[in-house]
């Protein structure tokens, strides 16, 4: 797993080069709603503390966060006020912030052709278009959706495989 090399940025320490990664991630609708579900069920509590470390990350700036004109729709549809108001300030954290286009509309048809519900297929666009290294997702059905353009996992995948990537 390799992030895309525009999220590569390079420091120097001490007159010594080196590399960082910073990724870029995507969480979906789904991934904002998750602390607002039924936290008596166990997976649901686990991908809770999950997303709930990745957002305290992408608030220390070891993340980028990518937006998208889809999640700010979908959470304006939201008829939970309190859910609206806590994921809305999570725009103004986003470094890219992708909007409708053509380049997205095509991406998202060819998703929707694979099987993808209209809206997933827009998320998974607009993570492509805004060159997220992760879409970070709740769900299950759009996690199976092999990509080779962006890997679709879980929260809780997302927070092994940064645990892995840190050890190397």
């Not at 904002?32 to 992408?58: G, S």
């Not at 300030?89 to 053509?102: C, F, G, N, Q, T």
Request: net charge neutral; glycine share 2%.
């Amino acid at each position: 797993m390799r992030p895309s090399s525009s999220s590569l940025r390079r420091w120097t320490f001490c007159g010594r080069m080196s590399l960082v990664i910073k990724l870029k991630l995507y969480l979906d609708n789904c991934c904002y709603n998750r602390p607002f579900d039924d936290q008596t069920q166990l997976l649901v509590r686990l991908e809770t503390e999950a997303k709930l470390f990745i957002q305290e990350e992408i608030k220390n700036g070891t993340f980028e966060l990518v937006w998208s004109y889809i999640l700010e729709q979908e959470n304006r549809d939201n008829p939970f006020e309190r859910r609206r108001e806590a994921i809305s300030p999570w725009s103004l954290r986003a470094k890219v912030d992708i909007d409708e286009s053509e380049d997205v509309i095509q991406t998202a048809e060819f998703y929707h052709q694979l099987g993808l519900k209209v809206k997933d297929s827009l998320h998974v666009a607009c993570a492509i278009i805004g060159k997220a290294d992760f879409l970070i997702t709740t769900d299950h059905r759009m996690q199976k959706q092999v990509n080779k353009q962006i890997q679709i996992v879980n929260p809780i995948q997302f927070v092994q495989l940064y645990a892995e990537m840190r050890k190397l």
